[in-house]
């Protein structure tokens, strides 16, 4: 069986789509470097805990790997398939293998929607967390800085300077 590769050719997306996969390995090498007690403790943000980060960045790559299983298949999309901060204050409960394992299964489910995506879907709209409308093709560098950010919010050892400077200097995206 031959390996799956994505199927985008575009070079800025496949730059944003490498941007996002580092910047989710970063987040989750400092997940991992977190004691199941140290991952209740305080993060950056405030009234949040490391749990409510990790929860956050787990639905997140959710609620992105639906819309664009979406823009590729053209489903209209669920209302009630939405996470707001209800559900991060829920995922934060969570015990940490099921946290653990939210972020990751989520991560891997979203990779696997962008490796499988066809060319002609990058550039469709959908709905993106905490972004609105956005085309496909710019979901990767939303999740990128989403990755890159969270993980300072960890608190955990995390330093700017670790973090490409695409991350600082890109404007954020709109359509």
Request: proline fraction near 7%; charged fraction near 25%; aromatic fraction near 6%.
């Amino acid at each position: 069986m031959a390996a799956r590769t994505d199927r985008v050719t575009d070079p800025g997306i496949r730059s944003d789509l490498l941007l996002a996969r580092r910047g989710t390995a970063y987040f989750s090498r400092k997940l991992n470097e977190l004691s199941d007690v140290d991952l209740y403790g305080a993060s950056r943000v405030p009234g949040w805990s490391r749990a409510h980060v990790v929860a956050h960045v787990g639905y997140h790559a959710r609620e992105l790997a639906g819309a664009i299983e979406l823009a590729r298949t053209g489903a209209r999309p669920d209302p009630e398939v939405a996470y707001g901060l209800d559900t991060v204050d829920f995922g934060a409960t969570l015990p940490p293998s099921a946290l653990r394992n939210l972020h990751a299964h989520a991560a891997v489910h979203l990779d696997v929607e962008w490796r499988d995506l066809p060319p002609e879907c990058w550039e469709r709209v959908v709905s993106v967390p905490e972004s609105g409308d956005e085309k496909v093709s710019r979901t990767p560098w939303l999740r990128a800085r989403e990755v890159w950010l969270a993980a300072l919010d960890l608190d955990n050892g995390a330093r700017r300077e670790d973090l490409p400077v695409q991350v600082w200097e890109r404007p954020p995206i709109t359509v």
